[in-house]
Structure formats: structure tokens, C-alpha cells
């Protein structure tokens, strides 16, 4: 009964692990990476979702303003077994587009403008976190491994 229970919560379930480049050029368009599965029981994956997303944040205290962007989404409906004990891999590429402000695309036109714009971001505490999120739909559990991992942009 109790190894029953921790099969429909997920303990000793699908363990996931996300392989990313360190930096990602802004300019691709294209995410590659790798999501790596490991379980401690023969474990059925039905569905996989992968994320990525960008946290705008600025301001400061009272006035802070937080916005989330989805950059770029897959989902790949797998039928993938993982043995006991044993690990498997998914290669994805997942099509992205990074969103520019009006503050970005000056900051691109000349030295003098990309000083002014920095000047005015730090001014206005703005900056972006980019994060990629996968979600495992693992079958007969209730509570899906989701893994997440912070990238940079460039």
C-alpha cells in the first residue's frame, strides 16, 4: 500500500534534468537542449512540455512591476518507457523570439544611444530573467516532475 501511495505521488517517480548551452543567441531563434529522465521505478511518460520564458522586471519598492513572457513553447506527446534504474534522453529544439522594447532597439542604434539606454535601465532598476521550464506527464501519478532552469541571453 505505501509503495502504491508513493507511486501515485511521484516519490522515487521520474526525475528530470534539462541540458542547456550556457548562453543562447537572442538572434537564432531556435532553443536546442536536452532533457535528460531518470526514475527508481519502470515509469511510463505520456507527455512532455517545454517552456521558454522571460521575466521583465523594473521599477523599485512600491512601483515595482513584474511581467512573464512566453518566448516559446513545445509539447511533444511521447510514449516513452523509463526502466528502473536506468536513464533516457529527449533532444528538443524548441522556435523562439525574443521580445525587443522600445528602450532595446535604441540602445542598437550608436555608442552614444546604447550608453544612454543603459544609463536609463539602471535608472528604472530594469532587467530580464529567462528561464526554460519542462513538465513531464508521467503515467498513474498525480504530481508531474517539472524542472526549471535559469539561461542568458545574449
Known amino acids: 500500500m505505501f509503495g502504491k501511495l508513493k507511486k501515485i505521488l511521484g516519490v522515487e517517480g521520474v526525475k528530470l534534468e534539462l541540458r542547456l548551452p550556457e548562453v543562447i543567441d537572442?538572434?537564432?531563434g531556435t532553443l536546442s537542449g536536452t532533457l535528460h529522465f531518470y526514475s527508481m521505478n519502470t515509469q511510463r511518460v505520456t507527455r512532455v512540455?517545454?517552456?521558454f520564458k522571460e521575466k521583465y522586471k523594473r521599477g523599485r519598492g512600491k512601483d515595482k512591476l513584474i511581467d512573464e513572457y512566453e518566448l516559446g513553447r513545445i509539447?511533444?506527446?511521447k510514449n516513452l518507457l523509463?526502466?528502473?534504474d536506468e536513464s533516457a534522453?529527449?533532444?528538443f529544439d524548441i522556435p523562439f523570439r525574443i521580445y525587443k522594447s522600445r528602450m532595446d532597439k535604441f540602445e542598437e542604434k550608436n555608442f552614444l544611444s546604447k550608453?544612454?539606454?543603459k544609463l536609463a535601465k539602471f535608472a528604472k532598476n530594469v532587467r530580464s530573467v529567462y528561464t526554460v521550464?519542462?513538465?513531464a506527464?508521467?503515467?498513474g501519478t498525480v504530481l508531474h516532475p517539472i524542472v526549471s532552469k535559469q539561461v542568458k541571453v545574449r
Do not use: F, H, M, T
Request: aromatic content about 0%.
Open 75 to 77: 509539447e511533444l506527446d
Open 115 to 117: 550608453r544612454l539606454a
Open 82 to 84: 523509463i526502466e528502473k
Open 133 to 135: 521550464e519542462a513538465k
Open 26 to 28: 537572442s538572434e537564432s
Open 89 to 91: 534522453e529527449l533532444d
Open 137 to 139: 506527464n508521467v503515467e
Open 49 to 51: 512540455e517545454i517552456v
